[in-house]
């Protein structure tokens, strides 16, 4: 183990908490891992997609006859070819798929076309004829929201607390959470700042593109092969578009080049699934890297007000914020979730958070690791981080004044049990980054916190024993940070068996029951519980096959050190693997399985110390040292949670300094590539160190909390807050780019 990365462990076990090699790793460096573009169905033809080159506009027709008269193109599809629906969201999402009226922004999809080979598939969308009238195009959640911005939807009503409003509008929805009494809270406070903030709207950065292979057979089946971090979803969002049964769709996981919930939404499958109906053959499609910027979810564009107010002793009395998030161009930006994490890293007894969601003229966004989180924690973490150094309190000393700790409600209701809030902060005083002095010309130092609530939800996971004692597991959950050994991990500590001897599988939807989709906030959290169901299931039916060969009950029987024991008669032992091996001629086949939706989901605080030297002559930023704290509640796999941690910093440090889409007036997108889109390499980053912080989780049997979301949230904040401890400017847009610092430099001066 590296010692820039630490574990604050408070308890062991056996295989939990080890570092064994990942059970995909030998496939991925070999190149026999198959992803989604590795599928080749036998007769399978090619689809493209014909895309918007214009951010809103009606359309007035769609001539598709030049296109199907070219020779090698097989079916060509429109949103006609939809059932009809006076659902609006089936109708959102069917036209999200292929537009029907409108086009809403740069990439939206108008018409699929399947062809022998993608060149002639490509030469038929390009001979497709649409006439459009070009419309204003919104570009922003401050210019929708206003009365006087073009509306996207005729049939769009804000929802209000549950009631739909009269009148045109951009907001699809509204929500308030409060506690306390902030006005009050303000009266008493003796510093009080309130600022605005601004957010790009920024890329998850997967490397894998957007792929789909369909297949429509003849017995009304569809089978789909996908890379996608939420097969169910699939399943049941394409079934949904199609005006189908969900049993009638199979979808396959492949393996993910990259998610970061991206991949959770749907785009290409049921158009391709219509071309395959239409063709009678199976149909892939393959984004473009210029498809995957224009044509999928990126996270929301933000604008957020923040007010806060504090006693001169430190204690934070009153707290405001109002939230104005993207969400593209169909309702459902993260908005609520980024009002739940605005101030929960704190205990105050005053709070007011409200947001809306506004339709803009941009792709419908999708998640990016604790999404809407770093947008609100940005605006928040700044301001705290100036009030402390007005009242010229230490900022790890003022943050630890206002922890979160057990028994802390959330302004949106829920009551923290046991969280390690505090536990993080004390480890991040006494980390040696901390305490090391600041070394360097225009070098600053910042620090910040941040909070996600996780996630549980569905998971099923079923462990067959194998007569040489080894077991197979099969789940449902696509593994996209290593959940393969972390679930079978699990599986290994119930069972007392060597971790090797555990052969883990994500298998497809026909094949295990539902499981809800992969997210960094809960997959070795629920899956893996339901693999302790699973294993607890094998146990308990192993038992009982003990005592029939000993003719004794089975409450007489236990388990320990991978021996089945007589309680009464110590001599009485047989081995899990001597057992397994007699299963045939004691009743057949052992097949445990576990199925949970867990309600003890524990939330995580992230914290980083980092810092900074900033060139005052091109406002260029350099991170010189990071170090990332998180509470993960128990690491199952340490390498893991490092990984999920630096990952997920990485990310935050592109969100922070160089990351955002750049829209023209027009609303055209002018850097859609990773030649143009600047995301940080190596060149751009120091070794993130690690501390993993472990407060068990109460409501984990192993005290797990999910740790791949919560990485993200605090270093555009530390960042932000080390630029002004370097150069004395307060930084209110992300990104902070060489042009952002400038100005500020500049606007400082004046």
Known sequence: MNKSNIVLSNKSFNTVGSRPVRPDGSDKVTGIARYGAD????NYIHGKILRSPYAHAKIKSINLKQAEKLPGVIAVVTNKDFPDSVDISDKYLRNN????????????????????????????INLIDVEYEILDPVLDAPFGASDESPKLHNDLKTDLFGEKQDGKTNIASKFKHSIGDTQKGFEQSDIIIEKEFNTATVHQGYIEPMNVTAHWNNDSRIHIWISTQGPFQVREVTAKALGIRTSQIKVTPMEIGGGFGGK???????VACLLSKKAGKP???????KEVFEGTGP?????VWCKIGSTKEGKI???????????GAYPGSPVEAGGKCMFASYDIPNVSIEGIDVVVNKPKVAAYRAPGATNATFATETIIDEISSELNIDPIDFRLINASKEGTRRADGPKYPKIGAVEMLNAMKNHDHWKSPVEGNKVGRGIAIGFWFNGGNRSTCTIGVNPDGTIILVEGSP??????ASIAMQAAEILNLDYHDV???VSDTDSIGYSDGTGGSRTTFATGWAAIEASKDVLSQMIERAAKIWGIKSKDVKYMERNFISKSDPELKISFKELAGRLADTGGPITGKGTVSPTGVGGSFCGNIVDVKVDEDTGKVDIIRFTAFQDAGKAIHPSYVEGQIQGGSAQGIGWALNEEYFYDKSGDLKNSSFLDYRMPTSLDLPMIDTVIVEVANPGHPFGVRGVGEANIVPPPAAIANAIYNSSGIRMNVLPMSPMAVLNSIENDIK
Request: hydrophobic letters at 40%; a negative charge; aromatic letters at 10%.
């Open 479 to 484: 593994d996209i940070g290593g959940s393969r």
């Open 503 to 505: 052969y883990p599988s």
């Open 97 to 124: 798929s292929l537009a029907k009226d409108k086009v809403l922004y740069v990439g939206h999809a108008i018409a699929g076309v399947a062809a022998i080979n993608p060149h002639i598939a490509e030469e038929a």
């Open 299 to 303: 996270t929301s564009g933000s604008n």
């Open 39 to 42: 599928v080749f169905p036998s």
């Open 283 to 289: 149909v892939k499609i393959i984004m473009t890297r």
């Open 264 to 270: 959770f939404p749907l785009y290409q499958e049921p």
């Open 317 to 327: 009395i009153a707290a405001e914020g109002f939230l104005s998030y993207e969400a």
